[in-house]
């Protein structure tokens, strides 16, 4: 747990939190007949110091509700309706360039495959020197010495000779470090990594996760950790929410979420984690396909593939379910989650 959390204790969090989307809609398309929502009614906190995941099967929504909130949406898709508070700011609200400054200094953001990110002419010690550089009037002297310890903090042995390298001369898992170096040159407070380990071996994976819980312990920096992976987020998040075609249809403690899931998506999801031991045959997936956007079925989206589904879940929205007692915060989407 973060400095900054302890200080407040988990019992008393502050009343607004650092990252908070409430009702976000990301839609394709804009006249009515092409329509496509991505993004449906999301909603979703951080707060500071916290490492929240997000997970979910590829085409759920998660990297566009990320890059709604970096305001990096791609062409032809906007943010329809919802708001997005960072930091007591209204995102959405902001012009262009006051956005651009905020990105980097205050959230950023790493992908999947750092080498669209790093330059492949410049030196990487020179790209963080740069980008420090940008954000930061801080001396030669100063810069230099800031971006080596950055580089050891993300785990480069020998900074000083690795800061030389260009990017093509490293391995996936060191880019990756890299990138995060770079990601949290200016002490953002909040980083947002879009499923940083997927390209990478297990045993790298494993050393990235460490690498993001020790930037989180040590900077107090809030991660937003993006995975389809629900074992990798339960080794490093406080809290998940799970995303399926486009909505939040559950959310907790890592803990709840793998001991006590109220959602049989979350559950179904559960059983197609990768295991160590592949004797017993290839990961089994959840049968059948998500829905194709903008086909939503009247119901529950899930249902076609659920295995707990009733007649009614096809045919009426599934209410929200709250854990009652505690302030946990657990909720599910679902007629059979009470
Ligand atoms: N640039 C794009 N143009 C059209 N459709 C897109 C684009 N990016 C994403 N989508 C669609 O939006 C949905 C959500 O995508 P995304 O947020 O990337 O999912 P995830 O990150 O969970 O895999 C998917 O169905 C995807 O096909
Ligand atoms: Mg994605």
Same mark, same amino acid.
């Given at each position: 747990m973060s400095d900054v959390v302890a200080a407040v204790g988990p019992i008393a969090p502050r009343p607004e939190p650092l990252l908070r989307v409430d009702g976000l809609w990301v839609t394709f398309g804009a &006249?009515?007949?092409? @329509?496509?929502?991505?993004?449906?009614?999301?909603?979703? &906190?951080v707060e500071s110091g916290e490492v929240i995941g997000l997970v979910?099967?590829?085409?759920?929504? @998660?990297? $566009?509700?990320?890059?709604?909130? *970096?305001?990096?949406?791609?062409?032809?898709?906007?943010?329809t309706?919802?708001?997005? *508070?960072?930091?007591?700011?209204?995102?959405?609200a902001l012009k262009r360039r006051a956005m651009n400054e905020r990105r980097g200094r205050d959230i950023a953001m790493i992908f999947q495959d750092p080498l669209t990110a790093l330059n492949p002419t410049i030196p990487i010690g020179r790209q963080i020197y740069d980008c420090i550089r940008t954000h930061d009037d801080i001396g030669r002297q100063a810069g230099i010495a800031r971006v080596e310890e950055l580089l050891e903090l993300v785990g480069i042995p020998h900074p000083h000779e690795r800061a030389r390298a260009y990017a093509h001369e490293l391995s996936g898992g060191m880019r990756q470090r890299v990138m995060t170096? $770079?990601?949290?040159?200016?002490?953002? @407070? !909040?980083?947002?990594?879009?499923?940083?380990?997927?390209? !990478?071996?297990?045993?790298?994976?494993?050393?990235? *996760? @460490?690498m993001l819980d020790r930037i989180r312990r040590e900077l107090g920096i809030a991660v937003l950790f993006i995975s389809h992976n629900l074992d990798l987020v339960s080794e490093i998040c406080d809290r998940t929410y799970v995303m399926y075609a486009g909505s939040i249809v559950e959310s907790g403690a890592v803990e709840t979420l793998f001991d006590a899931p109220r959602h049989p998506y979350t559950r179904q999801l559960l059983r197609c984690i990768p295991r160590l031991d592949w004797t017993v045959g290839p990961m089994s997936t959840i049968p059948g396909l998500p829905p194709r956007l903008g086909t939503l079925p009247p119901g529950c989206p899930f249902a076609p593939r659920c295995e707990a589904a009733e007649p009614r879940?096809?045919?009426e929205k599934p209410p929200i379910w709250r854990e009652p007692a505690s302030g946990s915060g657990h909720m599910a989407v679902c007629w059979r989650a009470a």
């Open positions: &006249r009515p007949e092409n @329509k496509r929502d991505a993004v449906r009614n999301v909603d979703l &906190r979910g099967e590829s085409g759920s929504g @998660k990297s $566009l509700t990320a890059l709604a909130v *970096m305001q990096l949406l791609p062409p032809g898709a906007r943010a309706s919802g708001r997005i *508070m960072f930091d007591g700011i209204d995102l959405l170096a $770079l990601a949290i040159a200016c002490r953002p @407070k !909040l980083l947002i990594a879009d499923e940083p380990t997927t390209a !990478l071996d297990v045993t790298v994976q494993a050393q990235i *996760m @460490k879940c096809s045919d």
